[in-house]
């Protein structure tokens, strides 16, 4: 059997990489990948919580559910976001996403 | 080590070079490719976990859908960044830092937890129990409230995102 920590040790590096990937890339696409993957991450743990620690009732799965559906509606609103502000201003260049800046 | 921990160190392995190579990669195009590799490995992780219902709604829902987005609006915002060469911004030793510094941080509060080594649950015959999923999704005591807050979401998401993105000028 695999140990929980294994599983907390990977959902924390996943995690680790996508919040690297949010703050360090310009690209604002990326920027959304590196939310995906900390998402995912948030999801590894809920699950093995749910499988160590609470299983066979399925509370914990339903977080998931409702995680995931939280993580469809983020990208198409956020990636409706990125293709307007793109055609507006031709760039999708985080740093020059400055129409809000007084 | 057991057969299913070597796989498991495997998936670990190709999920988090794939998500190193989504952060990494020079063009988005790539790094949405490489992206679909991790969303893969995560079904796997969750295979591993014995939620089977999870994998496969990993699959269909992530490799599926939200990459296809994500490829979509990488083709449409390609040429934008092309004549860019620098993906990353003048702060990244800063986000190494604060993602390394979380990463430590996780790791230290993970040693002092003795909650580690707890066994896994038994599973009912079959594996997990969809049909308890679903009525704890549908029942008024269990998380109906939850779930009709998660599909109002969704709409609203999805009016948002047509409003957003549709050139409604025309």
């Given at each position: 059997m695999i140990p929980l920590s294994w599983y907390l040790i990977f959902a924390a590096c996943l995690f680790c990489i996508g919040l690297f990937g949010v703050l360090a890339r310009k690209n604002a696409v990326t920027i959304l990948m590196g939310i995906e993957l900390m998402l995912n991450a948030v999801n590894i743990n809920l699950l093995a919580f749910w499988r160590y620690l609470w299983a066979p009732k399925a509370d914990g799965q339903v977080f998931v559910a409702i995680v995931i559906v939280a993580a469809a509606a983020e990208a198409a609103v956020g990636l409706a976001l990125i293709i307007s502000a793109y055609r507006r201003?031709?760039?999708?260049n985080a740093n020059e996403m400055d129409m809000l800046k007084g | 080590m057991t057969g299913l921990q070597v796989v498991f160190l495997l998936i670990g392995a190709v999920t988090l070079a794939s998500a190193v190579m989504v952060v990494a990669a020079k063009r988005v195009m790539h790094a949405a490719l490489w992206l679909i590799l991790a969303l893969v490995g995560v079904a796997a992780a969750y295979a591993t976990l014995e939620a089977s219902f999870f994998a496969v709604m990993q699959v269909a829902v992530y490799v599926g859908a939200i990459a296809i987005l994500i490829i979509f609006a990488a083709m449409l915002t390609r040429r934008s960044m092309e004549d860019d060469p620098a993906r990353l911004n003048k702060g990244w030793p800063a986000a190494l830092l604060a993602a390394g510094g979380l990463l430590a941080g996780l790791v230290y509060l993970f040693s002092r937890w003795t909650g580690f080594s707890s066994p896994a649950r038994a599973l009912p015959e079959g594996g997990e129990n969809i049909a308890a999923l679903g009525l704890a999704l549908t029942a008024p005591e269990g998380f109906l409230v939850p779930f009709e807050v998660a599909s109002l979401l969704l709409v609203a998401a999805m009016i948002g995102a047509i409003y957003v993105a549709g050139d409604l000028r025309k």
């Open positions: 201003r031709q760039t999708v | -």
